[in-house]
């Protein structure tokens, strides 16, 4: 199976900055795209930022000029570093990847279980 691990969640005062990580492991041949999703209580899941295997980055406009993301394509690790956070940014984290986990194969979408990130003072 693929398994995607996210790790750096946590509970931040407002101003402060946390760094997200998630490796995915597995049986894996390639990865395209990964990104970042979020969701808070009583809302849908939104997009965050996306990543794709070149390096081309997408993000959306309430986080654009505070978050980064980036990857490791030898570690199947993508991060999103995350600074100058609000209260409105508490949600679940989740990451999210297309991955080609056989030659004779397309990529399928995983995701993983999500992190919480609260920014509360």
């Known amino acids: 199976q693929v398994q995607l691990v996210e790790s750096g969640g946590g509970l931040v005062q407002p101003g402060e900055s946390l760094r997200l990580s998630c490796a995915a492991s597995g049986s894996i041949v390639s990865i395209n795209a990964m990104g970042w999703y979020r969701q808070a209580p009583g809302k849908e899941r939104d997009l965050v930022a996306t990543i794709t295997s070149g390096g081309t980055t997408n993000y959306a406009d309430s986080v654009k000029g505070r978050f980064t993301i980036s990857r490791d394509n030898a570690k199947n690790t993508v991060y999103l570093q995350m600074n100058s956070l609000t209260p409105e940014d508490t949600a679940v984290y989740y990451c999210?990847?297309?991955?080609?986990?056989?030659?004779?194969?397309?990529?399928?979408?995983?995701w993983g279980q999500g992190t919480q990130v609260t920014v509360s003072s």
């Open positions: 999210n990847a297309g991955i080609r986990r056989t030659v004779w194969s397309s990529n399928a979408d995983y």
